[in-house]
């Protein structure tokens, strides 16, 4: 399975898609006990789930990661961690998994400075104050990170397209 890392606007989103469209990867579908937004599917954007049916399958002992993000649950399934997948995760997340054995990963950073990010997320419309809150949520999240994975990739200015990324990746995977 592959799990790809990366600070806000760095390309991870792009990166996942194209090995699901070039590659033949499968998106692994998290879950969530928030409700859809406009325009989401169950199954296909998450399994919304409800706090109950969470913590049921949390008791049991199915999940390999967890998270809260504003009194929100989201996590990922044991089951759902097969080598056709690919996710993008947080250090966190990727922390929980790497204590189950029988999980295969491999993990990538990508690394695109963060004044580089300000300038995508700017670009892409939103706020200042957005743009500013989503660089400060990673500070101190990512440190040390380049110890935990398999691979970085270091693309300062986005001079790797995200396609080239993604052809990197699956060059350096280890099966």
Not at 8 to 22: E, H, R, W, Y
Not at 46 to 53: G, K, L, M, N, Q
Not at 95 to 105: A, G, H, N, S, W
Request: aromatic fraction near 10%; include cysteine; glycine fraction near 6%.
């Amino acid at each position: 399975m592959i799990v790809i890392l990366g600070e806000s606007a760095s390309g991870k989103s792009t990166v996942q898609d194209i090995l699901c469209k070039n590659y033949g990867y499968v998106r692994l579908i998290t879950y969530t006990t928030r409700s859809p937004r406009e325009g989401e599917e169950n199954g296909v954007d998450y399994h919304f789930i409800s706090e109950d049916t969470f913590e049921e399958m949390s008791r049991k002992g199915e999940f390999c990661e967890t998270a809260e993000y504003n009194g929100w649950h989201y996590a990922t399934a044991k089951a759902d961690c097969t080598d056709n997948k690919v996710v993008v995760l947080t250090p966190h997340g990727l922390r929980q998994m790497k204590k189950f054995d029988e999980l295969t990963l491999d993990a990538f950073y990508i690394d695109v400075p963060r004044r580089d990010r300000l300038i995508k997320i700017l670009q892409r419309g939103d706020s200042i104050e957005e743009a500013y809150r989503r660089s400060l949520s990673d500070v101190g999240q990512f440190d040390g990170i380049r110890d935990e994975v398999d691979s970085t990739f270091c693309n300062p200015g986005y001079k790797k397209s995200p396609e080239e990324v993604a052809k990197e990746i699956i060059s350096r995977l280890r099966r």
